[in-house]
């Protein structure tokens, strides 16, 4: 046992400065990675956050190749919003969780808001107008003399 133990220390290279190495040989499950359920049940109720959000999106998408563009945008902005909301709430989300939670909550939060807010303003006949934004497209798309 300690010739083998002594074996592997010897065939790690000596680190001797503080860097990283060049070759990784793992990575660490980001927090809040692990299952969502217990071992013992089946794949996809270990996975449900994941599968909430996906599904929201996906339902979203299809409403809008159906021609609902509006309500299935706002779908997907939701969804993504859900997400920012499970990872917050739930100690572990399963592969939901990709960065670390902080990052994981800004980006799906920042998402989601700026899909629902483009929703709201989508042509014609927006349900929600925001003045500057009006005077930026004025500048920057119309040709209007």
């Known amino acids: 046992m300690g010739a083998e133990a002594h ?27 692990g299952r969502a359920a217990a071992g013992g049940f089946p794949a996809p109720a270990r996975q449900w956050p994941l599968l909430a959000v996906m599904g929201g999106v996906a339902v979203g998408l299809l409403l809008v190749a159906v021609d609902v563009f509006r309500i299935g945008t706002l779908l997907i902005g939701l969804s993504l919003f859900a997400g920012a909301v499970l990872r917050w709430a739930l100690p572990s989300v399963g592969m939901l969780a990709v960065r670390s939670r902080f990052t994981d909550m800004a980006l799906y939060g920042l998402l989601g808001f700026v899909i629902v807010i483009l929703a709201l303003m989508v042509q014609p006949k927006p349900w929600l107008h925001i003045p500057f934004l009006d005077d930026i497209v004025h500048f920057t798309v119309r040709s209007e003399p």
């Open 7 to 33: 074996s592997d220390q010897a065939s790690e290279p000596q680190r001797s400065s503080r860097r990283f190495p060049l070759l990784t040989r793992d990575t660490a499950r980001p927090e809040g990675g």
